[in-house]
């Protein structure tokens, strides 16, 4: 079974509607993240906790929040979507336990349209 | 200013070859990681290698190696032996200053395509 895991895979819906991205994890990692990825870039933060009672907005948060509801899960909200928020979302969990310190290890990702 | 500067679009390399895919980076930290992730055409992003700043030799994992050239500020991934299935999109990322810190900042890619 994959460590990191995301749902749904796909996505398609229409401008204005709440969506919701779910990510859960078995890898007992404490960090979350969310990303994007947009084509012809790299990916880009939206968000990251470092634990339960932590979140921080990274480099594109706006548009988007999260919810931390445990240690393994980590949930990201289009809380109106509208078209150029239609992307690839990854997941990502790290643990500075790891010998390649804090390396990220990432979901399958989901595709979501929006138009 | 990019963080993370990948020149290379795509790169072709015959089947049993090494390539090289580059990678420049710009930071004032002193403290920095820098990753190597395969991308294939199934979307899932796959981590291939880390290299620490403070680290003296370059990383090595199985086929990879990283040629890390700190005066240069280049982190360039070396595939040895090429196989049909490294035809994918690699990215070269980096994390600035201590684990406390965020999050990584991630290159343009290149996609690499291994003939046959």
């Known amino acids: 079974d994959a460590d990191v895991t995301q749902t749904p895979r796909n996505r398609i819906t229409k401008t204005g509607k709440r969506i919701m991205l779910e990510c859960s994890q078995t890898k007992g990692h404490d960090r979350m993240y969310w990303y994007r990825q947009d084509p012809g870039l790299g990916l880009r933060l939206i968000y990251y906790?470092?634990?339960?009672?932590?979140?921080n907005k990274g480099e594109i948060s706006d548009g988007y929040s999260v919810s931390r509801q445990a240690q393994a899960k980590f949930s990201l909200s289009l809380e109106s979507a509208i078209p150029n928020q239609t992307a690839l979302y990854f997941c990502a969990t790290s643990d500075l336990r790891q010998r390649e310190a804090d390396t990220q290890y990432f979901g399958p990702g989901t595709r979501l349209t929006v138009l | 200013a990019q963080k993370i500067t990948q020149t290379q679009p795509g790169m072709f390399v015959q089947e049993k070859e090494a390539v090289t895919l580059d990678c420049t980076y710009d930071?004032?930290?002193?403290?920095?990681?820098l990753f190597w992730y395969k991308q294939p055409s199934s979307g899932e992003m796959i981590f291939l290698i880390y290299q620490g700043s403070y680290d003296e030799q370059n990383a090595t994992e199985g086929r990879y190696s990283l040629n890390f050239q700190k005066a240069r500020k280049s982190a360039n991934l070396v595939i040895s032996a090429s196989q049909l299935g490294d035809s994918a999109m690699y990215f070269c990322?980096?994390?600035?200053?201590?684990?406390?810190?965020?999050?990584?900042?991630f290159g343009t890619g290149t996609r690499l395509t291994v003939i046959p």
């Open positions: 930071t004032s930290d002193q403290s920095y990681g």
């Open positions: 906790s470092f634990d339960v009672k932590d979140i």
């Open positions: 990322a980096m994390r600035e200053g201590q684990t406390g810190a965020n999050n990584l900042f």
